[in-house]
């Protein structure tokens, strides 16, 4: 179990939320209805989007390592 407000938490969160963020920008009907703002709050998931598909070997690097630490090491 990963308590959220650690720092493997915090990690854990924000990559949880990235690959979220981009797979639901390949779903078209969500990627109208959430990821249509560029700005304000709800940009917050358009950027997190963008960073998930223009990152994505980076992303799916950080979520194979975290896993790993998750599992194995902690």
């Known amino acids: ?36 703002e560029k700005k304000g709050v709800w940009g917050v998931f358009y950027k997190a ?3 998930g598909t223009r990152l994505h070997i980076a992303v799916a690097i950080s979520c194979l390592g975290m896993a790993f630490y998750i599992v194995f090491l902690k």
């Open 1 to 36: 179990m990963t308590n959220v407000y650690s720092f493997d938490g915090i990690l854990v969160f924000g990559l949880l939320f990235i690959c979220t963020c981009a797979y639901l920008k390949k779903v078209p009907r969500l990627n109208n209805w959430l990821l249509s």
């Open 49 to 51: 989007a963008v960073i």
